[in-house]
């Protein structure tokens, strides 16, 4: 059984830095894709951004593109989002996801069949 654990989320001033670390248990092979997601309240959960694992690629949403880092450790079987210059915007529960299988890579819930718990995240300006 797969399960994702999430952790690192707090409270800062904007234009802090925070760093998410997900670690990842009850994989028997490396994961192709997993990705980081967020959900405000009132809001619909969105992709932050996503890698494929084999390919070593990995994908940003536009709000976070040049200020947010994902990366991931198979060592450790832990995934990181390194987030700088935080915004009262990105206050949010972020979630961990990994894709079943070779799904379908993609910044799109729908395809992650696996989800953490969630961890808070809180920007204050």
């Known amino acids: 059984q797969v399960v994702l654990v999430e952790s690192g989320g707090g409270s800062v001033q904007a234009g802090g830095s925070l760093r998410l670390s997900c670690a990842y248990f009850?994989?028997?092979?490396?994961?192709?894709?997993m990705a980081w997601f967020r959900q405000a309240p009132g809001k619909e959960r969105e992709a932050v951004a996503r890698i494929a694992v084999g390919a070593g690629s990995i994908e940003y949403s536009e709000p976070v593109k040049g200020r947010f880092t994902m990366s991931q450790d198979s060592a450790k079987a832990t995934l990181y989002l390194q987030m700088n210059s935080l915004k009262p915007e990105d206050t949010a529960m972020y979630y961990c996801a990994a894709v079943r299988g070779s799904g379908i890579c993609a910044m799109h819930s729908h395809y992650y069949a696996y989800w953490g718990q969630g961890t808070q995240v809180t920007v204050s300006s």
């Open positions: 009850g994989y028997t092979y490396i994961p192709h894709c």
